[in-house]
């Protein structure tokens, strides 16, 4: 979905590096998440957020932090990235609880 | 906590083969159903979703799913899959309390043999 970008699509870095994935989308929705995909264990929540003001941890926080830098821009951080968080990385918007999510594209992310 | 199982992890049908696959959640509460499908290499896109009314929801491309509240389960099911209904399917659900956190299954890979 174009309206859902991420960036980049694929990054290899190394274990200790800072890391930042961006998101960013154009249809207007204050509620964005993020989400990590494992072959065999689906899509975890990482954080999200409702709005500007309002960031919360999902399943899995440790290890991540985000940055709701405006409406349109949610940003997952590693702070010091390990192998076991290589996975593939997807952004996702919605308007409200009775709507689906609008997935971005993913971001695939090995860390060595 | 909320949680959903997808008890199916890899299917393998012929095509023109009917297909099941299983969700089940564990939450008290009101909760909102989504089942997403992911084609080879792209994101998620949602097939159908149930949020009140007819328990027996239609969505795209022929799926249905059927809400069973007193078994807390939303299964999915085609009656006739076609080769190009391989991908990787996965139950959600969204919990109306006050966290409405979409919890995903951990998926079921179809794989249709023409």
């Known amino acids: 979905d174009a309206d859902v970008t991420q960036t980049p699509r694929n990054r290899i870095t190394k274990t200790g590096k800072r890391i930042m994935l961006e998101c960013s989308q154009t249809?207007?929705?204050?509620?964005m998440y993020w989400y990590r995909q494992d072959p065999g264990l689906g899509l975890r929540l990482i954080y999200y957020?409702?709005?500007?003001?309002?960031?919360n941890k999902g399943e899995i926080s440790d290890g991540y932090s985000v940055s709701r830098q405006a409406q349109a821009k949610f940003s997952l951080s590693l702070e010091s990235a390990i192998p076991n968080q290589t996975a593939l990385y997807f952004c996702?918007?919605?308007?409200?609880?009775?709507?689906?999510?609008?997935f971005g594209n993913g971001t695939r992310l090995t860390v060595t | 906590a909320q949680s959903v199982s997808q008890h199916n992890h890899h299917v393998i049908l012929s095509e023109a083969a009917s297909l099941e696959l299983g969700c089940n959640y564990s939450?008290?509460?009101?909760?909102?159903l989504f089942w997403y499908v992911q084609y080879p290499g792209q994101h998620l896109q949602l097939l159908l979703k149930?949020?009140?009314?007819?328990?027996l929801v239609k969505g795209i491309k022929g799926f249905e799913a059927e809400f069973i509240k007193s078994k807390f389960s939303f299964n999915l099911r085609k009656p006739s899959v076609q080769w190009s209904d391989t991908a990787e399917y996965f139950c959600?659900?969204?919990?109306?309390?006050?966290?409405?956190?979409?919890?995903f299954g951990s998926g079921t890979r179809l794989l249709v043999r023409p």
């Open positions: 996702a918007t919605r308007r409200d609880i009775n709507s689906p999510l609008h």
């Open positions: 249809k207007g929705h204050d509620r």
């Open positions: 957020s409702f709005d500007v003001k309002d960031i």
């Open positions: 939450y008290g509460g009101t909760v909102n």
């Open positions: 149930y949020f009140s009314g007819d328990p």
């Open positions: 959600a659900v969204n919990a109306m309390d006050s966290s409405y956190k979409l919890i």
